[in-house]
């Protein structure tokens, strides 16, 4: 089992990424707050992992990149799901799925209004082989802004709402072995496939793995739909409030390495100072490559954009030297979009990671 196992920082200097709605009690009656932890009677803002998953499944759309295909979504009253069918759409494979039984319908989404549902004999689930976890601010500080709608005759109509500086961090995972496999155990999560699919999946020539009871697409499609996934994390767009707080949500940080099993080992290379801002924990690094150097299958791939916290970038090009000793497979360092084409790259060349 190999995963893409790494964290992510991104960088808000005066923003409202993800909000919880309207402040009941407040001065003005019309405040919107952010989200945020309370800790130790300090609020530190979030941003959620759905709300990530929105932003980057979003940016796949737009981009558009080779391999990726969008799944038409569907609507029953309250009900709203897509197709559930990782054989013909990545973004079902990538990102799983929950959808009940049902006869064909016609799509709610405008983009594929006249595309049919795909008929659903019994209840099917998938685990999402992309994992992500809720990016938390570095460090805390939430401002309340006061603002007035007055472009009409008569008093001013006041609001506030809310927002911070800090960097925010978080962790993520790609299950390698999962995407583009697709099973039919029956039990929550890995009842990828019913009847209706598993023909489908007989009818595209896919690899029947009848041990484990699974389908498989060939490993270049499997392949094609990583590497789109990791095109589109460095270029991710999103974010609330972007017309009065506009923010880059592009990776200014990240670390990450194919890594054997599930584990998470990288977490706590990167900390935060009294700004906020990302700074990299030498000892820590040092002491990943040690522990782990053995379940680690690729070079330790560091991204860090020039310009934010200058010094810690200044710092991690003087440990390089010594971090290649310490990580099997050597330490790649530069610019967040850089480092994921080339772990992209490595990818090509490990189809036993795919397996």
């Known amino acids: 089992m190999a995963f893409i196992t790494g ?88 990102f799983g799925y929950m959808r009940a039984p049902g006869k064909s319908i016609e799509a709610a989404d405008s983009r594929a209004a006249f595309v049919d549902a795909t008929e659903t004999k019994e209840t099917v689930t998938r685990v999402s082989p992309f994992r992500v976890g809720t990016l938390v601010a570095m460090s805390d500080g939430i401002v309340q802004d006061f603002g007035t709608m007055s472009r009409h005759e008569g008093d ?37 496939l019913d009847e209706t699919r598993r023909k489908l999946a007989e009818a595209r020539g896919l690899v029947h793995d009848e041990d484990n009871r699974a389908y498989r697409l060939p490993d270049s499609i499997r392949l094609q739909r990583i590497r789109a996934l990791l095109s589109a994390m460095p270029v991710v767009d999103g974010g609330a409030k972007q017309a009065l707080h506009y923010t880059d949500v592009n990776p200014v940080v990240v670390v990450m390495a194919v890594v054997r099993g599930g584990n998470n080992p990288f977490y706590y290379a990167i900390d935060g100072d009294r700004e906020g801002l990302a700074r990299p924990v030498p000892e820590a690094f040092q002491e990943i490559g040690e522990i782990w150097g053995d379940q680690i299958l690729s070079p330790l791939y560091i991204g860090w954009v020039e310009g934010y916290a200058p010094e810690g970038r200044r710092q991690l090009a003087e440990i390089q030297e010594t971090l290649q000793q310490a990580y099997p497979h050597g330490v790649v360092l530069g610019h967040p979009r850089r480092v994921f084409a080339q772990l992209a790259d490595e990818l090509s060349r490990h189809p036993e990671w795919l397996a």
């Open 7 to 94: 964290i992510q920082v991104i960088h808000a200097p005066a923003s409202a990424l993800n909000n919880a709605g309207m402040q009941p009690g407040s001065a003005t009656e019309n405040a919107v707050v952010v989200k945020a932890l309370r800790i130790n009677g300090r609020s530190y803002p979030y941003v959620s992992a759905q709300a990530y998953r929105y932003w980057l499944r979003r940016t796949l759309e737009q981009l558009q990149p080779d391999g990726w295909t969008v799944a038409p979504i569907f609507r029953e009253k309250k009900v709203a799901y897509t197709d559930a069918n990782p054989i013909e759409y990545a973004d079902d494979d990538v």
């Open 156 to 192: 001013p109509v006041p609001h506030e709402h809310q927002f911070y500086r800090t960097s925010l961090k978080g962790m993520f995972s790609i299950d390698l072995g999962r995407i583009g496999v697709f099973t039919y155990e029956n039990r929550t999560g890995f009842l990828n």
